[in-house]
């Protein structure tokens, strides 16, 4: 069955520290890849995407994700962690294009002072 | 151009009661897919619906639970009877026409409250 692990439940940062969030997919093919965050009683902000192409992509508030065939990974990255990042994070896939999304279960991401 | 909008934003229900939930999508979005998000979890594919059909509704429940996205006006989702564990923080989110690089965008959610 396709499914999406995020290893990490809990992460703890310093601020500016940098920021790897990880995600692996299962899945014969490329799936769509997503991430997602989420601020506490709200709804979910695409970060970004990657369909296909340069595997290494750019979103928004200084986050980009890059893609791994090989290790069937999706990896968050932030140079600077600023504290108003904190907030949970989903990695999401999109397997038969269609705009339905298998989600991760999130990693809520701590900023310390 | 506004966003997907969802209400209301919180709904309390005692147990055996209904819940509506309402879902209208950005315009020009003709698919729109239903979540839910229990406590401490991820989201969970419920539905997905385009106007007047139901594509695939592969996470619904089998009792209780019923979509619809009629031709005109919003997208509702209606839990019959509910009961504890249905309370959840329920996400709508809409894509555009075709299958291309889609992309969904999400509401607010509604956040459902059984007592």
């Known amino acids: 069955a396709q499914s999406v692990t995020q290893p990490d439940i809990h992460i703890t940062v310093s601020e500016g520290a940098s920021l790897e969030l990880r995600c692996n997919y299962s899945y014969g093919a490329t799936p769509y890849l997503f991430w997602y965050v989420q601020s506490p009683g709200q709804g979910l902000q695409l970060l970004l995407k990657?369909?296909?192409?340069?595997?290494l992509v750019q979103g928004i508030k200084g986050f980009e994700a890059e893609f791994k065939r090989s290790q069937s990974s999706f990896n968050l990255r932030k140079p600077s962690v600023h504290w108003s990042d904190a907030a949970e994070y989903f990695c999401a896939v999109d397997t038969s294009n269609t705009g339905k999304l298998i989600f991760g279960q999130g990693t809520t991401l701590q900023v310390k002072p | 151009n506004a966003g997907v909008m969802q209400n209301p934003r919180h709904l309390v229900r005692r147990r055996g009661q209904e819940a509506r939930l309402r879902c209208s999508p950005m315009?020009?979005?003709?698919?729109v897919y239903w979540y839910r998000q229990l406590p401490e979890e991820g989201l969970k594919f419920m539905v997905y619906l385009q106007k007047e059909n139901i594509i695939d509704e592969s996470g619904m429940p089998k009792e209780r639970f019923s979509a619809e996205f009629p031709k005109e006006g919003p997208s509702i989702l209606r839990i019959q009877q509910v009961v504890r564990g249905d309370s959840a923080a329920y996400f709508c989110?809409?894509?555009?026409?075709?299958?291309?690089?889609?992309?969904?965008?999400f509401g607010q959610g509604t956040r459902l409250t059984v007592v």
């Open positions: 315009k020009g979005h003709s698919h």
């Open positions: 990657y369909f296909s192409g340069d595997t």
């Open positions: 989110a809409s894509s555009p026409p075709g299958t291309l690089d889609t992309e969904a965008f």
